[in-house]
């Protein structure tokens, strides 16, 4: 190795100190990626459990299945989530001069800025003239579109023991019913669910409570749940609003014990709150609440991210999670093997199962579903296909016919390492989509591993060799240190992927860091104080050591890291990638996010270097040819050229950057909006920023004009 080359890696692990976890990695593509091919294994096609229903009769598309050009209706801006804006104001040409046009700032921060469980990983919606907006704690806001001027704010009060790992909410849902008159209350409405488990609708136009709704504006989520701790269920995503049914899923609190709340999936009416449907896979066939003394089936899979949908199917793509204890499989039911980790289809009229498709198998690595699927009209030799594509943690992306949930890209179930901790029974095979580009990089050597000094890369390589590690899926054990790798943050996580329809080119962000874990007895377990949330010495951690009571073992989950903070493996940490879908091949691959604020012991380096960051949230791309992404630790956010990766512009934004951003049209002026709100864990600094940008107006410079939650008008 050069002493050039050396001093740059050496210099790039310096800097990845307050990296925490996430992972893949950005490197040149290679050049022989093979064309899609139309195989399709028996195996792996999708559960097929019925069909639709029909469609909807001259009824009018809603706003978030059909947005106006100048509009970012729901959000991955329509319920088809490509996260693509036909509008092309800022181009490559002139994406140069783009300039702050209004920073807003919500007022909602924690009482503690230094420790403290914030992670807000906002993206407003755009309908009309108004934005809308949630903040950390549910607050509900409406902004002026054109100068960031509050319009109203609505705060359901939200207690800070309801927050689980994170204070999040990635979104509102808007719906508009054509049913009633101008002018009557809440024909305009906001929905969102809350970190204490309520679905909250308020009037878009004042925010006041809608009365019909549920309670005087709000349904208790836990109904039907039976005993719910504070910090247990959460809402950290928008409900997908389709055929005038919000359908809302909820986070369960990881690794604390097997009988925790249930994973239940829901429906409601839009406009009444009235549950329409619960699917519950534990009790197939019932569709309404438990009967008195019953309770949803506990422990079950979750579903905690944003979910897609199609109006004319009238199915709706829900990304399930894994059961309540991550780590270990041996004591979930027929149910929980089935529907972990896979994307399900479920009638949005009915709440009925139409088709199933699983990622991972008995998953005991946490890879819950966390991106958001896309739909898309997938170009094969037949012609398009109407097509779900879902990016995985394990770097794996999947192209399903989203009517069947067929793959139409090759799959293949390969063997993986087996399991000698007693009494789990993992399987034998696991699925690889071999018909697309992976995110997911080389399988690790002790060539891989690094340090800050000699010494460090020693020590790195000695863990190496003392951790049970045989590539991807290796399984998890007790007798020593398994190296999980990709770890449970992606891949590609909640940011999701983006697609440009006109260029057929998908862009997804990942990330390149190994967990270093190990199953702890019960014996252990009680040696360390390990007890669930809720009984005395509980806490709401999800990573570090947790109880997973009622299972035979915990677990102590940590990034593989020494003790400055920098991780074990070489550098890039995290990437951004461009795949063509026609050709299925990979366009480019390059990391993203510099140095800047990493460095050992967490002291910013303030080295502009590009080692290719952990990042949080996903990418934006418009007719302009470019891509808009922040969500790497660097506080920057950037725009690319999507023909060929080159960074074009970029700002430092106030706080981190871990949320996906917005484009719209207000005025005749196209503006971008960034939510820079931080995140604890990934250790970027905490704020309160919404910031918005646009080329400078005809008349007169952008001014960066300043407002607060005190400027209402």
Not at 574 to 602: H, K, Q, S, Y
Request: aromatic fraction near 8%; glycine fraction near 10%; include cysteine.
């Amino acid at each position: 190795m050069s002493p050039t080359r050396k001093a740059v890696l050496t210099i790039a692990l310096l800097a990845s100190g307050a990296a925490l976890a996430q992972p893949q990695q950005g490197t040149t593509p290679d050049n022989d990626v093979e064309p899609k091919q139309e195989t399709r294994d028996p195996q792996m096609q999708g559960a097929r459990e019925g069909e639709p229903s029909a469609p909807a009769q001259d009824t009018p598309l809603p706003a978030a299945a059909n947005p106006a050009p100048t509009d970012w209706t729901a959000y991955g801006r329509d319920n088809a989530a490509t996260r693509y804006s036909p509008l092309d104001r800022i181009t490559r040409d002139n994406v140069s001069k783009l300039q702050k046009a209004w920073t807003y700032r919500t007022g909602d921060l924690p009482k503690d800025m230094k420790k403290n469980k914030w992670a807000p990983e906002t993206t407003p919606l755009k309908v009309g003239e108004a934005l809308y907006l949630c903040t950390a704690t549910n607050e509900l806001i409406s902004l002026d579109a054109g100068s960031g001027r509050e319009r109203w704010r609505y705060d359901p009060e939200v207690s800070e023991d309801a927050i689980p790992y994170s204070a999040s909410c990635r979104g509102v849902a808007y719906h508009e019913a054509p049913e009633l008159d101008e002018g009557a209350a809440c024909k305009r409405r906001v929905i969102e669910g809350t970190l204490d488990a309520r679905l909250i609708a308020v009037d878009a136009d004042t925010g006041r409570p809608c009365e019909d709704f549920g309670n005087h504006g709000e349904v208790d989520l836990t109904d039907g749940m039976g005993e719910v701790i504070p910090g247990y269920v959460a809402v950290t995503s928008p409900p997908t609003i389709v055929r005038g049914v919000a359908v809302v899923g909820h986070q369960i609190l990881d690794g604390q014990k097997e009988d925790s709340p249930s994973g239940v999936i829901r429906g409601y009416d839009v406009m009444t709150g009235e549950l329409a449907w619960a699917w519950d896979m534990g009790r197939p066939g019932e569709t309404g609440l438990p009967p008195e003394g019953e309770t949803y089936t506990r422990g079950t899979p979750n579903a905690w991210t944003t979910f897609s949908a199609d109006e004319a199917l009238g199915l709706v793509y829900v990304p399930m999670g894994n059961s309540a204890v991550d780590y270990y499989s041996a004591n979930r039911s027929e149910a929980e093997n089935k529907y972990s980790t896979s994307l399900v289809a479920l009638d949005v009229t009915s709440g009925e199962v139409r088709w199933s498709f699983q990622t991972i198998h008995k998953d005991v690595w946490d890879y819950d579903l966390g991106s958001q699927g896309t739909l898309v009209d997938f170009p094969t030799e037949d012609g398009p296909v109407p097509a779900v594509i879902l990016p995985t943690k394990v770097g794996d992306i999947y192209v399903l016919d989203r009517r069947t949930g067929e793959p139409l890209t090759e799959v293949e179930e390969r063997p993986v390492p087996q399991s000698d901790v007693p009494g789990e029974n993992l399987s034998d095979t696991q699925p690889f989509s071999v018909g697309m580009p992976s995110l997911a990089k080389k399988e690790l050597t002790n060539k891989d591993t690094w340090g800050i000094t000699p010494l460090d890369h020693l020590w790195c390589r000695i863990k190496f060799h003392q951790a049970s590690y045989e590539g991807i899926y290796t399984p998890p054990s007790m007798d020593k240190p398994w190296i999980e790798y990709p770890g449970y943050n992606g891949g590609n996580d909640w940011g999701g992927a983006s697609v440009d329809p006109e260029r057929n080119v998908l862009i997804a962000n990942y990330n390149n860091v190994p967990m270093y874990d190990q199953l702890i007895s019960r014996e252990q377990a009680a040696e360390m104080g390990l007890v669930p949330l809720g009984q005395p010495g509980g806490s709401s951690s999800s990573g570090g050591p947790v109880p997973q009571a009622g299972a035979p073992y915990g677990v102590k989950i940590f990034p593989w890291r020494i003790f400055t903070g920098a991780l074990c493996n070489l550098p890039p940490f995290g990437g951004i990638m461009a795949i063509d879908l026609e050709t299925r091949e990979v366009l480019w691959d390059r990391p993203l996010g510099t140095a800047w604020n990493n460095g050992p012991f967490n002291i910013p380096s303030r080295l502009p270097l590009t080692i290719g960051t952990p990042n949080n949230g996903g990418a934006v791309i418009t007719a302009g040819g470019l891509i808009f992404i922040a969500a790497t630790t660097d506080d920057l956010i950037r725009a690319i050229d999507i023909e060929t990766g080159e960074t074009l512009w970029k700002d430092r934004l106030p706080a981190g950057g871990q949320a996906t951003p917005m484009t719209y049209e207000e005025n005749g002026r196209q503006y971008l909006v960034m939510m820079a709100g931080g995140h604890h864990f990934m250790e970027t600094e905490i704020g309160d920023y919404l910031v918005a940008y646009a080329l400078p107006a005809p008349d007169e410079a952008a001014s960066d004009r300043s407002t607060s939650k005190k400027d209402s008008n």
